[in-house]
């Protein structure tokens, strides 16, 4: 299993940017799809985007365009580019490890979006 700790997240007026990270723990990082999901009050956890051990990425059409995904195989870490925050936008975000169909969660850092 892999250990990961997100930091990053915080209150940001709309149209602000906020940049996430999130460090992975062990060398298997290296072959593992990693992904930003995010879960707003009563809904439920969405992914937000995702890159593969071959730096592939995808994102959902809510934030295409404002958000960027990045990976550094040498930190083990990825990071998590906000820009143009809009209000919802607001929610829990949880870095995710995918390695051989098995899942590993962070703990969530919390983004606000609001004026």
């Known amino acids: 299993q892999v250990q990961l700790v997100e930091s990053g997240g915080g209150l940001v007026q709309p149209g602000g940017s906020l940049r996430l990270s999130c460090a992975a723990s062990?060398?298997?990082?290296?072959?593992?799809?990693m992904g930003w999901y995010r879960q707003a009050p009563g809904k439920q956890r969405e992914l937000v985007a995702s890159?593969?051990?071959?730096?592939?990425?995808t994102y959902a059409d809510s934030v295409k365009g404002r958000f960027i995904i990045s990976r550094d195989n040498a930190k083990n870490t990825i990071d998590l580019q906000m820009n143009s925050l809009k209000p919802e936008d607001t929610a829990d975000y949880y870095c995710?490890?995918?390695?051989?169909?098995?899942?590993?969660w962070g703990k969530g850092t919390l983004v606000t979006v609001s004026s």
């Open positions: 995710n490890a995918r390695v051989f169909g098995r899942d590993s």
């Open positions: 890159i593969t051990s071959g730096s592939i990425t």
């Open positions: 062990g060398s298997i990082f290296r072959v593992a799809t």
